[in-house]
């Protein structure tokens, strides 16, 4: 499992057209595993910091797993940051609670049924570009 690399089509393209943007991946998960996968990455050499919840002892929603980010990324402009994930649970519930714009990944346009609302809804990753412009 730790050495699958599955990209999502425009991965590969929006990363090169966000060259001049600082990235980073926030991610739900074990150390050994994610970092093995994205090391496997093409985009290994892509992400400012990988920050692996296992390593900041929180999870995503929780505002201290953000608090780890930001610090490690030295930010404190939260108006500058927009966050990118495929949960609406974790990734987009975590966001609006941080006070961080959002942006949820809908591939399979599912409906959003729940009280969490993104700012925005991209259904191919290189629709972010329109956003982030």
Avoid at 2 to 21: D, M, P
Avoid at 42 to 48: A, G
Avoid at 49 to 78: M, R, V
Avoid at 90 to 103: E, H, L, M, P
Wanted: charged share 25%; aromatic share 6%; proline share 3%.
């Amino acid at each position: 499992m730790s050495k699958e690399t599955h990209l999502v089509q425009g991965a590969v393209e929006l990363c090169e057209n966000l060259a001049g943007c600082r990235l980073a991946i926030i991610t739900n998960g074990f150390t050994d595993v994610q970092t093995s996968r994205i090391a496997s990455s093409p985009l290994s050499k892509t992400f400012e910091h990988i920050i692996i919840s296992e390593e900041a002892g929180i999870q995503k929603p929780d505002k201290g797993i953000f608090d780890y980010a930001f610090s490690k990324l030295q930010i404190t402009d939260k108006a500058k940051v927009l966050i990118v994930g495929d949960s609406l649970t974790s990734d987009i519930k975590g966001g609006i609670n941080y006070g961080i714009d959002t942006c949820w990944f809908n591939p399979h346009l599912k409906v959003n049924n729940t009280e969490i609302k993104p700012k925005y809804e991209v259904h191919a990753l290189t629709d972010l570009m329109k956003i982030v412009g």
